[in-house]
């Protein structure tokens, strides 16, 4: 966690949502420095509501439960939704008519700033030697990816219909260590999150700006020049995990799809129940 400071850029009320997974239990600590009143939601239990905190259990797939959740929110952090390749179904619910739910929501209680938790599995079927900038077409990699993609064209058009801004965030892969090779390039520190969460939430101006998440890495497969304006600068890197990575994988199955394209393990995922 970031040395919590007197940010003169809080916010009267945030919301979190997703705050009792993964990214949301490291997130919901963290933003409460930025912030007077944090807000955090989710399908699942979240437990008592700590100091400066809001607790309000809601199903994102319910539009009049959304409408109660954003009343009074200022920004959102929006982390819940389906976080992997599954079903079409719970991916519809959730990541489609949930993101829906909440730019209607937040179109009609005053909203105006979003950091949306996109992916890079929006961009998964580019290939591993490829470079690719956040102005190049989507290559969705699943009905996950494809379900993050309509969240940001989802963004893009309440930005100009409705003037709501986001920053979507294709976020690579943000746990306490990078697991294998591939992750050399997409790994994140949750520190490095947290300063990119807050580069979003507090940028001036970012109409709907898409950003990759991504620590300092060696190696790298995306090119921000288009969101220099959000103001991220990462202090980790996954090189300091790098020959202990190498060391547990070290060769490369070429024939394999998921060592050439940068979705990884997804471009295989069949959807459950096949
Ligand atoms: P997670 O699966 O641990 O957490 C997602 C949370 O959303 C869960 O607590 C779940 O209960 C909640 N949720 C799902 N459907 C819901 C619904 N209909 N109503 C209310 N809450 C619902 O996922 P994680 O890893 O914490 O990721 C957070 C966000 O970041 C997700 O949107 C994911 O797609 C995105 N992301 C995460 C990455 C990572 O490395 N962890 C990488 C790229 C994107
Ligand atoms: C994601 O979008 C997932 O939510 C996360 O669990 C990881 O699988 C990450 O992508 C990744 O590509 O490593």
Redesign the pocket.
């Known amino acids: 966690m970031l040395k919590p400071k007197a940010s003169p850029l809080t916010f009267p009320r945030l919301l979190l949502t997703g705050a009792a997974g993964q990214l949301g239990q490291e997130m919901r600590p963290r933003l409460k420095a930025y912030c007077d009143v944090l807000r955090v939601s989710d399908q699942k239990n979240l437990g008592a509501a700590q100091l400066g905190e809001e607790v309000q259990i809601t199903n994102l797939a319910n539009a009049s439960d959304m409408q109660s959740l954003l009343t009074g929110v200022d920004a959102v952090v929006h982390l819940g939704g389906i976080?992997?390749e599954q079903a079409w179904e719970p991916i519809l619910a959730s990541n489609i008519v949930g993101m829906v739910n909440l730019y209607e929501a937040a179109r009609l209680q005053g909203t105006k700033r979003i950091v949306f938790a996109s992916?890079?599995?929006v961009t998964g079927f580019y290939q591993q030697d490829e470079v690719i900038d956040t102005k190049m077409p989507p290559k969705p990699d699943g009905f996950y990816g494809l379900s993050k993609a309509f969240g940001e064209d989802l963004a893009e058009m309440y930005w100009a219909r409705w003037g709501i801004e986001t920053v979507s965030i294709r976020?690579?892969?943000a746990l306490p260590a990078p697991k294998d090779r591939r992750?050399l390039s997409?790994w994140i520190s949750f520190d490095d999150l947290e300063r990119l969460v807050v580069a979003a939430l507090t940028a001036p101006i970012v109409g709907h700006t898409i950003i990759f998440g991504m620590s300092d890495n060696q190696t790298s497969w995306w090119d921000n020049t288009h969101a220099k304006h959000i103001g991220y600068r990462p202090l980790d890197s996954s090189d300091v995990f790098r020959h202990e990575v190498e060391a547990r994988q070290p060769h490369i199955d070429r024939h394999d799809k998921a060592a050439l394209y940068q979705?990884?393990a997804?471009v295989k995922v069949a959807p459950h129940g096949e």
């Open positions: 976080s992997t992916s890079n599995h976020i690579g892969s992750m997409t979705g990884g997804f």
